[in-house]
C-alpha cells in the first residue's frame, strides 16, 4: 500500500460547479498537510496549508482534514475555466533525527468546462 | 514562482554526457531541493539541502549528485546522462524543513 493515495482522473466538470478532491494516507504519523495547483508545464504552487483536523477556508477553496480516518480532502466552490489544472495533496511527517519526509500524492487533473 | 529560477528550461542530450541543472533563489532560505516528476510517479525527491556544502540523499539519488557552495545556487548534476533521467526536474526551496515548498518553474531534459 502507497503511503499516500489520490485519484489521477482525470475530472471533468461544468464551470460553477463544487469540485471535491480527495487523498487517503497510511502513515499516522503526517503532521501537516498541503494542497498544490499545477498548470500545464509550470511548477507546482502552494494553494493550502493546514496541521489540524477540520476544516480551512481560503476564497473558493476549503481544506479538510480527517485524521481518524487518514483522509483530506479540498474542495472547490463555483469552479471556474481558470481552475483547470492538476491537484497534488502532499503532506509530512518527522523521520528520525528530526528531519522531515514530505510525500506528495501523484495528483488529480481537472478540467472545467465553460 | 518566489523568487526561484531554474536552467536551462529545456535540453536535450545524448546517453552518456554529463549535465548540469541549476537553481537559483533570491529568497534567501536555507533549504533547497531537487525533484523529478514522472507520469504514473509524481514528484520525488532526488536530493536536498539544509545550508551551504550540506546535503543529503532523496528517495532517487542514484545517478545523480548536488553541490551547494552559496546560498543563492543549487546545483544538480547528471555525471552519466541516461534515458532513464528523462523528465522534468523541479528546484524547491523552503524556509524551514517542516514541509512548506514554494517551487521553480521547471527544467524539460530529454536524454536520447
Known amino acids: 500500500q502507497k503511503e499516500v493515495e489520490q485519484d489521477p482522473g482525470p475530472l471533468s466538470v461544468p464551470e460553477g460547479a463544487i469540485v471535491s478532491l480527495n487523498c487517503t494516507y497510511s502513515n499516522s504519523a503526517f503532521q501537516y498537510f498541503m494542497w498544490y495547483r499545477q498548470y500545464s508545464r509550470k511548477g507546482p504552487e502552494l494553494l493550502m496549508y493546514?496541521?489540524?483536523?477540520g476544516n480551512k477556508e481560503d476564497g473558493r477553496f476549503t481544506a479538510q482534514v480527517d485524521k481518524s480516518s487518514k483522509y483530506i480532502s479540498l474542495f472547490i466552490r463555483d469552479s471556474q475555466p481558470s481552475d483547470s489544472a492538476t491537484y497534488l495533496c502532499a503532506m509530512s511527517a518527522i523521520q528520525g533525527a528530526g528531519s522531515y519526509q514530505l510525500t506528495f500524492g501523484k495528483g488529480t487533473k481537472l478540467s472545467v468546462i465553460p | 514562482d518566489a523568487g526561484i529560477t531554474q536552467s536551462p528550461r529545456h535540453k536535450v542530450t545524448e546517453t552518456g554526457t554529463p549535465v548540469t541543472l541549476r537553481c537559483h533563489q533570491t529568497?534567501?532560505?536555507?533549504?533547497m531541493y531537487w525533484y523529478r516528476q514522472d507520469p504514473g510517479h509524481g514528484l520525488r525527491l532526488i536530493h536536498y539541502s539544509y545550508g551551504v556544502k550540506d546535503t543529503d540523499k532523496g528517495e532517487v539519488s542514484d545517478g545523480y549528485s548536488v553541490s551547494r557552495s552559496k546560498t543563492e545556487d543549487f546545483l544538480l548534476t547528471l555525471e552519466s546522462a541516461t534515458s532513464s533521467q528523462t523528465s522534468v526536474y523541479f528546484c524547491a526551496i523552503s524556509e524551514s524543513e517542516t514541509g512548506w515548498r514554494f517551487f521553480g518553474p521547471g527544467t524539460r531534459l530529454t536524454v536520447l
Open positions: 529568497e534567501n532560505h536555507r533549504y
Open positions: 493546514t496541521y489540524s483536523s
